[in-house]
């Protein structure tokens, strides 16, 4: 537990193909219920400090426990961090999150004071804001605050709910909408 931030919240992995990961995930690690969304509705997008066209992205959210597994697959060319990973390093765990009701601003401005940068960052539709940041001096690590408003603490506790009272049985992924 970071006792700047803290608890980790989430796991953010960049995938190809997000059904075949969410059935991987699924069938061989248990992991489930996926709630899954084909086009998230990017609506606010920023890459390294300059406004930019949002992403066209898919993300599927689970919960092993507690921690929240997120899946990404980027559907276009748009400059973000999703990209730059997987050019870098192909499919792999691309993020570590950290949540705050209340404290965004300040812990944006902590990360800056400590060198970071703002790599990319945006909101999705009237949820809270979303902000990805890296350092050179540990190029290996991605961190992402997200701001719980708007309905995304809701939301992202009916996904952990799902994940502690599923038996492994019936319907793996559940298609839902993109927000409003």
């Given at each position: 537990?970071?006792?700047?931030?803290?608890g980790v919240r989430q796991i953010g992995y960049v995938v190809t193909d997000i059904e075949r990961a969410m059935d991987h995930w699924t069938?061989?690690?248990?992991v489930g219920p996926w709630f899954y969304k084909e086009d998230v509705g990017t609506t606010e997008f920023r890459y390294y400090g300059k406004d930019s066209t949002p992403?066209?992205?898919?993300i599927a959210l689970a919960n092993s426990g507690d921690l929240q597994i997120e899946l990404i697959q980027q559907r276009d060319d748009a400059p973000s961090l999703y990209l730059d990973s997987l050019k870098r390093g192909g499919e792999s765990a691309q993020h570590i999150a950290y949540w705050t009701d209340d404290r965004f601003d300040e812990m944006v401005s902590?990360?800056?004071?400590?060198?970071?940068?703002?790599?990319?960052?945006?909101?999705?539709?009237?949820?809270?804001?979303?902000a990805y940041f890296v350092n050179?001096?540990?190029?290996?690590?991605?961190?992402?605050?997200?701001?719980?408003?708007?309905?995304?603490?809701?939301?992202?506790?009916?996904?952990?709910?799902?994940?502690?009272?599923?038996?492994?049985?019936g319907e793996h992924i559940r298609r839902v909408g993109a927000p409003k």
């Open positions: 537990m970071s006792f700047l931030f803290g069938k061989k690690l248990g992403p066209k992205l898919s902590h990360l800056l004071e400590a060198g970071y940068v703002e790599g990319h960052g945006g909101r999705m539709g009237s949820r809270g804001r979303f050179p001096e540990l190029p290996s690590g991605m961190f992402e605050l997200s701001e719980m408003a708007g309905g995304k603490a809701e939301y992202f506790a009916e996904v952990r709910r799902a994940g502690l009272a599923w038996d492994g049985l």
